[in-house]
Every structure is written in C-alpha cells, then in structure tokens.
C-alpha cells in the first residue's frame, strides 16, 4: 500500500479589503496566528482516498477586536475541504484593520487555502 504524504500549503492573499468607505489609506487585518492554525487542519479522509485536492477560499469579515465574525466561502472542491477550513476559523486571530486614524476598524480579508496530495 502506498503512502500518502500530505502537503498543505497555505498563503494568504488578500484579495479585497473594504475597512471604511471613501478611506483610502487603511490597513488591511493581519492573521497573527496563520500559520500555526493552519498547520494543524487535518486533511479530511475521504479526500485523501479520492484524490481530491484544490483551493478552498473564504472571504472573512474580521470585528474591531480581531475576532472572525462572518464568513462567506468563495470556491471549494468539495464540501468536506470546506468544512476542515471552516472548524479551524474561530482559532484564527487577526490584527484588525485600521483606519487613516489608526482606529481599529471592521474590515474584510481573502483567504486561500490549498489542499495538496502527493505520493
């Protein structure tokens, strides 16, 4: 039997940020935790043995505070990669987005996450 080795990889991209209208000088939210949160998603079962791979994306809206407070899943392969990314977003942590002020602001980020197989 052969053996899967799993390659996760994972890079953000923010693809839009929306923190305050007609502010063009604001900051977009940052993951402070990424990487670490991603790393510990388990790549679901039934894929692995079916062979699916592909980019999950999900577009998060992030509160003043950091916190993940609605998300919308752009594109997935298939609803168990979505699922896996989304039982990880309430770990993740963000720097809020910042207006001209610098006051914390409600801002959006896009998030690709890419499932990969290899043997």
Not at 18 to 29: F, H, L, R
Not at 58 to 86: M, S, W
């Amino acid at each position: 039997m052969k053996k899967q080795l799993l390659i996760l990889t994972m890079m953000i991209c923010v693809l839009g940020v929306q923190a305050t209208i007609g502010d063009d000088k604001s900051e977009n939210p940052k993951a402070i935790n990424y990487k670490e949160v991603i790393s510990n998603i388990e790549y679901p079962l039934e894929c692995k043995e079916k062979g699916i791979e592909g980019q999950v994306l999900v577009t998060l809206k992030i509160d003043q505070n950091g916190k993940v407070i609605n998300q919308h899943f752009e594109k997935y392969p298939c609803t168990d990669l979505r699922d896996a990314v989304k039982d990880i977003l309430p770990k993740l942590n963000f720097e809020p987005a910042k207006n001209s002020k610098g006051e914390a602001v409600v801002g959006l980020i896009a998030v690709p996450v890419n499932f990969k197989l290899t043997i």
